[in-house]
């Protein structure tokens, strides 16, 4: 089945780019095409487009009021933003996520020539189109073999082989029954297309201190990740920054990978360092979810909690596994609430979660995990803290308001 797209941009160059890169996939046809917001919001009421990408800097209604507007008119379909790598066009497209965007792409900068732009814009618009419609993106037209998406960067993406095994959907993944009491030192999470805002849920949902660090790898690339964590950092009492490289980890603490950095973790005495590395992508991606969930293990042991959140391919499934068969546990996001459930179908299908859950019980269900593993003797935050007896997550810790960012004044008591 064709996949119709609307093209929204006020360059008639980059809407002419857009249409070349999508119309190199025989399953895709650009059915229209705006200059503008107020324009697109008439032609996607007329033509009932399946996706829409869109400018996020444009005369008359600019891209995020555009994405206000359509969902507002009850418009469901995945709008992928056309967005510049700095930081105005970070904070512009985060806001668009925010609004209800499904994803975005970069658009290219310092290219030599139009072939290479095509290729690029191609790379990150067609598996994100895809993954998006997974009903519409099951057979290719040309061949009639069957598509999958695969794993993301935070710049380009690649495409599994027509004769590919699809991630098998939620309804063949069990939960794994060997879930038990461990301490647990940190959590690690990995997120991917959607992730922005299953983040801002999860992370707006802890609103007690935790006693151990956070870390987290979201496929974005520079200047994103940074923008990204000082949003988050507005909705919790944790401190949510990006990740510098030999930055010692604090409980209450909740790091986010930069773009294009691995996130990697040495052990100090009884202190944790982050480490950042450009190692090659793994799973097409670097920051990688799995070289993450790796090195956590290394660093910590089994003594994890892993979170496997929305996102394209299967970054995070192997970490997670090697986490869980040594010990440790896993919580992955359900289908239904998953923007793509790549990542976390293919951690669930490969039987790696003890919970698949909707999006607003994980931070919850966190809670209750930490608490359990409070309770285990020698059970200890970063820095050897705790023990037996120590007091848990919800009664160590102090609860506070948030007003701007930085306006946090509540510090971590005895967990120092």
Known sequence: MTIRVVVVDDSVVIRRLVMQALESDPGIEVVGTAANGKIALTKIAQLAPDAVTMDVEMP????????RELRKMGQKMPIIMFST?????????LDALSAGASDYVAKPSNVGSLSESLAIVADQ????IRALLPNLSRRNPATGSALSSAGASGSRLAVTPANATAVPRQGSAKTRDDMRKHPIRAIVVGSSTGGPEALSRVISSLQDLLPVPVLVTQHMPPVFTKQLAARLDRLSPNTVVEATDRMTMRPGHIYIAPGDYHM?????GVSHTIILTQGPPVNFCRPSVDVMFRSALESFGSELLTVVLTGMGSDGKAGTGAIVEAGGTAIVQDEETSVVWGMPGATATAGFAHRILPLDEIGPSIWTILSASRAVPGAAGVGGTGGAGSSGPLS??????IGTAGD?????????
């Open 85 to 93: 790598l700095t930081e105005r066009g970070a904070t512009a497209t």
């Open 396 to 401: 160590g810790t102090t609860r506070t308001g």
């Open 60 to 67: 008359e209604l600019n891209g995020v009021d555009t994405v």
């Open 408 to 416: 946090k004044t509540t510090k971590i008591r005895g967990l120092r």
């Open 125 to 128: 618009l067609i598996p994100k």
């Open 264 to 268: 990697e973790f040495k052990r100090v």
